[in-house]
């Protein structure tokens, strides 16, 4: 089982910047769908992010699309996530998780934030965006 545990949260006004990272015990076996999940303050847990084992495909929420940017460096067992043009509802606690491929890394992690499926998840890092 992968383990996971993400850094890089933090403060930051509106329209800034903040990158996260994920370092991953084994992502360089490439055979784990890796995402993002974030959980507001009183807000449901919501799915931010898929990558791909290979890291050619990545699929993104329709509320980040456009400002965020997901990747991974196999060499360095990490995955990131870059965000940019922040707002204060990106406000949260974010978390990366990882699931062995079943039906598809896009099926697969939507389930794995349903609790459908099983998997690794990190500690979380906070960030918060001010106005």
């Known amino acids: 089982e992968e383990k996971l545990a993400e850094s890089g949260g933090g403060l930051v006004q509106a329209g800034g910047s903040l990158s996260l990272s994920c370092a991953a015990s084994?992502?360089?076996?490439?055979?784990?769908?890796m995402g993002w999940f974030r959980q507001g303050p009183g807000k449901e847990r919501e799915w931010v992010a898929t990558?791909?084992?290979?890291?050619?495909?990545?699929y993104y929420a329709d509320s980040v699309k456009g400002r965020f940017t997901a990747s991974k460096d196999k060499s360095k067992n990490t995955l990131y996530l870059q965000m940019t043009s922040l707002k204060p509802e990106d406000t949260a606690i974010y978390y990366c998780?990882?699931?062995?491929?079943?039906?598809?890394?896009?099926?697969?992690?939507?389930?794995?934030?349903?609790?459908?499926?099983?998997?690794?998840w990190g500690q979380g890092t906070q960030v918060t965006v001010s106005s």
């Open positions: 990558v791909y084992p290979t890291g050619s495909s990545i």
């Open positions: 084994r992502l360089s076996d490439s055979t784990y769908c």
């Open positions: 998780a990882a699931t062995t491929p079943q039906a598809g890394c896009l099926a697969d992690i939507e389930a794995l934030g349903r609790r459908a499926r099983s998997g690794s």
